[in-house]
């Protein structure tokens, strides 16, 4: 059974999985299911279509599946598609997709949105990811997994965040951010690679000691991109955790901060 507040709406065509806890006032739209284990705090408005996992906290005041925020937008139905243990928590708001683009917006699992963050229509967020207060996504924006958004941190739509990558406060980004690096200050820069957060993940003191050549490469040695990038590639044939930067490389569309 779930435990629903007397004071809360839920539509008719809403589905809640056993064990859900809905608090006071908080609406519950049709299309909107939700996974066991998950509580939904007071005030929290939730709109679908929307399908989100189990044991995910959804605090007070957050809002969760609205209206992509697109002049474009003309009512069609997208959604949002969230997994499993992620922490929303006061004044969150997360858009659906639009018909422009796959017209999904997804979030995975593990994640930590802390209050004020937005992430804006199709963006595809990975696992274990950390957005700090007022971090803000554009629409079609990527961020892959284990990556921190710290505190106003912003990224332009359709920018790509690799995975291990460090925003600090109040960065603008603008292009994408490889994989393991921090960028940081005004305008954006690059500053190094993320070694306390890799450090916490079991990342052992030779990666380590690659990662930073290969950042060496990538921003000290006044390559072309395409040079550093067969440097990389060539060094990826040993160094297998050089290989997802090299591969960021190739995908990248907006070029990367450098």
């Not at 994408?176 to 450090?199: F, M, W």
């Amino acid at each position: 059974m779930s435990d629903i507040h007397p004071t809360a709406i839920v539509a008719p065509g809403a589905e809640l999985d056993v064990g859900v806890t809905v608090g006071p006032y908080a609406v519950i739209g049709a299309g909107v299911r939700i996974g066991a284990g998950s509580t939904v705090g007071a005030h929290a408005v939730l709109k679908g279509p929307a399908t989100i996992g189990r044991d995910n906290r959804i605090f007070q005041f957050a809002s969760i599946g609205e209206d992509p925020q697109d002049k474009k937008y003309r009512g069609e139905p997208t959604q949002l598609a969230i997994g499993d243990r992620n922490t929303f928590r006061e004044f969150c708001t997360i858009n659906r997709g639009t018909a422009q683009d796959e017209g999904v917006t997804r979030i995975g699992n593990d994640n930590w949105i802390m209050s004020y963050v937005h992430v804006a229509h199709d963006c595809v967020v990975g696992n274990d990811v950390i957005f700090s207060n007022n971090a803000t996504l554009a629409g079609h924006v990527q961020v892959d997994d284990h990556v921190i958004c710290s505190g106003f941190s912003a990224v332009h739509q359709f920018c790509r965040l690799g995975a291990h990558s460090f925003l600090g406060g109040f960065a603008a980004v603008t292009r994408d951010v490889p994989p393991y690096v921090i960028v940081g200050g005004q305008p954006t820069a690059p500053h190094g690679i993320n070694s306390e957060g890799l450090k916490r993940r079991g990342f052992t003191a030779d990666q380590l000691r690659n990662l930073k050549e290969a950042y060496r490469i990538l921003y000290r040695e006044q390559l072309q991109l395409a040079e550093a990038r067969e440097r990389l590639a060539v060094l990826a044939d040993t160094q297998p955790e050089l290989r997802i930067l090299v591969d960021f490389i190739d995908k990248s569309e907006r070029s990367l901060i450098r």
